[in-house]
């Protein structure tokens, strides 16, 4: 069993920047995908983006790219969202998640373990 805490989140005014940190249970991420989802008010929950602990490979969600950066931590069992040039249309919970499926998951289903969450409020 993994458990996830996320932090960081918070409210900030549009074009801001929020870094938040995913913390596990257990001592290192080194056989998962770890991946941010985000769910807005009244909306289904939306990939965001991950990073493959094994070669350090991520993707985004169009909407975020050139915008959010994910990384790891020195810590093994860390890992971040960087979130800048944020806009009120990036307003939701964001949560973190593990995965131990190979490839690129971006289904929610795809994702074993789940934080419980961190607010991320952008005023316009």
């Known amino acids: 069993q993994v458990q996830l805490v996320e932090s960081g989140g918070g409210l900030v005014q549009t074009g801001g920047s929020l870094k938040l940190s995913c913390v596990a249970s257990?001592?290192?991420?080194?056989?998962?995908?770890m991946a941010w989802f985000r769910q807005a008010p009244g909306k289904a929950r939306e990939f965001v983006g991950l990073i493959r602990w094994t070669d350090g490979y991520t993707d985004y969600v169009d909407s975020v790219k050139g915008r959010f950066t994910i990384s790891r931590g020195n810590a093994k069992n860390t890992v971040y969202l960087q979130m800048n040039s944020l806009k009120p249309e990036d307003t939701a919970v964001y949560y973190c998640?593990?995965?131990?499926?190979?490839?690129?998951?971006?289904?929610?289903?795809?994702?074993?373990?789940w934080g419980q969450g961190t607010q991320v409020t952008i005023s316009s």
């Open positions: 257990r001592r290192t991420f080194s056989s998962y995908t």
């Open positions: 998640a593990a995965s131990l499926r190979v490839g690129v998951p971006k289904a929610d289903y795809e994702y074993e373990y």
